[in-house]
């Protein structure tokens, strides 16, 4: 998958399925309060070598941005594109 998105990331190829599922069931962290899980990801996004970590943080934000794109999101988000090499985290992002 790294050749095929000609990425920096590194890739675990795991199922997005797969992937998804562990995002539902859930982090330690995400009992904390949105603005400590917001920077938690944040560090994720910014310094994780792994396609699949910031797809997480994508997919854990998805849904929730539909229902309560808060004020505290914005600020941070808008600078994950920065990290954005090819077609799906762009995606995911957007």
């Known amino acids: 998958m790294q050749a095929d998105r000609k990425s920096n990331l590194r890739y675990l190829a795991a199922r997005v399925p797969d992937a998804r599922t562990v995002v539902q069931d ?20 910014r310094f994780s070598e792994y396609y699949e970590v910031m797809a997480a943080a994508l997919e854990y934000y998805g849904h929730r941005m539909k229902k309560e794109a808060g004020k505290i999101y914005w600020p941070v988000m808008r600078g994950w594109s920065e990290r954005v ?5 762009a ?3 957007a």
């Open 85 to 89: 090499e090819n077609w799906a985290p």
């Open 91 to 93: 995606d995911g992002l």
């Open 26 to 45: 859930g982090f330690s962290f995400f009992e904390r309060e949105d603005a400590e899980i917001l920077d938690i990801w944040d560090d994720l996004w």
